[in-house]
């Protein structure tokens, strides 16, 4: 073989000891349906983090603010796709940033992706002990201590998700990809059925109707694209998906576009179901329960087992795709050594896992012994994690020419879609910024922080340690075995 063909083939993988080539498209393609988490979303994040502004306002031009996240996320997608096709990588955004805008930038996308991960994954926990509660309620069976019940449901859930990641990416995967068909069957379900009873005194003509307000839809765009987030996930798994350059770009294109229909059918009934409700449920962090348990306690409750399951495939799917960056890192050595390793039989970044869900599930139950009330933690856990995906977002969008232009690929319209989508992310960003700081919330502050930090350690790998700097963004080479040996080794 020649010196050029070697260049591209090695002995071993950087990120040997994960199980190579496995998953088929569907488990890929359940990554990023269930970080989106449609079920859970579509019921519980509009309405949290503006209570009354998107559903039941009447006027917010509903469709149209769902339609525009719909839009910026498959600016993203389209952004994404490119580098997707072209590399195998097991980090996502950060490997790709690293290969566009260099090492250091892909420090603080990293950083960012993995805020944006874990925020959302201990909102999950949150919510899966939230409707856990109110489903036990609305079977009539109240719990003594509603605050240690929550608790006892957030470790359980941790643990069992703990256990399937461990046990092998397949198995958290397809338990994902069917916990989140029930929850969006039972959810659809119920909807029809209300419809149906309720249809004829409905009136959908507020859902096309816009006041004119700039302010409001600018806001009300934020809160979409919130719901949108972490579709990008499955470019964590380009090392163990068995056609990663077909797979990966597959699922990261038609979630932000199959969870926008849903979101828009969804978001459209929600309006209408929840306009003459009263004052406590559409402030309620279990709006659709508290509606469905005026007329049909039993009804209620599935739809909380539907949603709780929603919520428990995404805090599964957002903590796979974190320990798969922290274990890259590891690897790199920009973060301990030991999150590198694998389990010597499952094949999974067990301890990566291992280290990041003790921290996942202590927030959320900090959040309950507190005393603070669920839905102000959601909104606050939601927000924060929104940050840390739009960051990610602008970095690995604006490094997508520069990654094309690397290996001779790029064009005049790589150029134009990713300063466009910067752009427009980076807009979206600063309404959210303008939002928060507007309300006398510290969350545009702490994710600054956060920022700060990941520059400062930027600098710091750059002077002390510019070999384990100059190693960031590692993926799946091609191996002598994918070749020579009949297929990729296990």
Not at 15 to 21: A, H, I, K
Not at 197 to 220: E, K
Not at 425 to 441: D, K, P, Q, R, Y
Request: net charge positive; proline share 5%.
């Amino acid at each position: 073989m020649s010196a050029r063909g070697d260049r591209f083939i090695t002995p071993r993988s950087p990120v040997e000891g994960l199980r190579r080539r496995k998953l088929s498209f569907l488990p890929v393609f359940a990554q990023s349906v269930a970080n989106v988490a449609p079920a859970g979303a579509m019921t519980v994040i509009p309405a949290l983090i503006f209570p009354g502004l998107v559903f039941g306002s009447g006027g917010t031009g509903l469709l149209l603010t769902f339609g525009v996240a719909m839009a910026v996320m498959v600016l993203v997608a389209f952004c994404l796709r490119p580098m997707a096709k072209r590399m195998a990588a097991v980090s996502g955004l950060y490997s790709y940033t690293a290969k566009g805008l260099g090492q250091r930038t892909a420090i603080t996308a990293g950083w960012s992706a993995i805020f944006g991960y874990g925020l959302v994954a201990m909102a999950s926990l949150l919510a899966v002990g939230t409707y856990v509660l109110e489903l036990f309620i609305n079977l009539g069976i109240p719990a003594a201590d509603p605050k240690a019940f929550t608790v006892l449901v957030i470790v359980a859930a941790a643990g069992a998700a703990c256990f399937l990641m461990i046990r092998g990416i397949q198995l958290s995967a397809w338990s994902t990809l069917l916990m989140e068909t029930i929850s969006i069957g039972i959810l659809a379900v119920l909807m029809i059925v209300y419809f149906a009873v309720n249809g004829p005194t409905l009136d959908f003509t507020s859902v096309f109707a816009w006041n004119g307000h700039l302010d409001s839809l600018s806001i009300g765009i934020v809160v979409a694209v919130s719901a949108f987030v972490g579709f990008e996930s499955p470019t964590t798994l380009g090392g163990e998906a068995q056609k990663p350059f077909v797979s990966v770009p597959r699922a990261i294109t038609w979630t932000p576009i199959l969870a926008g229909v849903l979101y828009l059918l969804a978001a459209t009934a929600q309006d209408v179901a929840l306009r003459d409700a009263p004052a406590g449920i559409t402030t309620s962090s279990t709006p659709l329960s508290d509606l469905f348990s005026q007329t049909s306690p039993a009804f209620a409750a599935l739809l909380d087992l539907g949603i709780a399951a929603s919520w428990f495939a995404c805090a599964i799917a957002s903590v796979n795709a974190l320990a798969r960056i922290f274990f890259c890192m590891g690897r790199e050595g920009v973060a301990p050594r030991a999150v590198g390793r694998t389990h010597p039989a499952f094949r999974t970044p067990s301890t990566a896992i291992l280290a990041v869900m003790p921290v996942v599930a202590i927030v959320p139950i900090a959040i309950i012994l507190s005393g603070s009330s669920p839905e102000q933690g959601l909104a606050n856990l939601f927000t924060l994690g929104a940050y840390g995906y739009l960051g990610s977002y602008v970095l690995a969008s604006a490094s997508m020419p520069f990654f094309l232009r690397r290996i001779g690929e790029t064009t005049y319209a790589s150029w134009i879609l990713g300063a466009a989508t910067s752009l427009v992310l980076g807009a979206v960003l600063w309404m959210a910024a303008a939002a928060s700081i507007g309300t006398g919330n510290l969350q545009t502050l702490i994710y600054g922080g956060v920022l700060l930090a990941s520059v400062i350690y930027a600098m710091y790998l750059h002077r002390r340690l510019p070999l384990r700097l100059a190693s960031v963004g590692i993926y799946d080479e091609t191996r002598q075995s994918d070749l020579f040996h009949g297929g990729p080794a296990t």
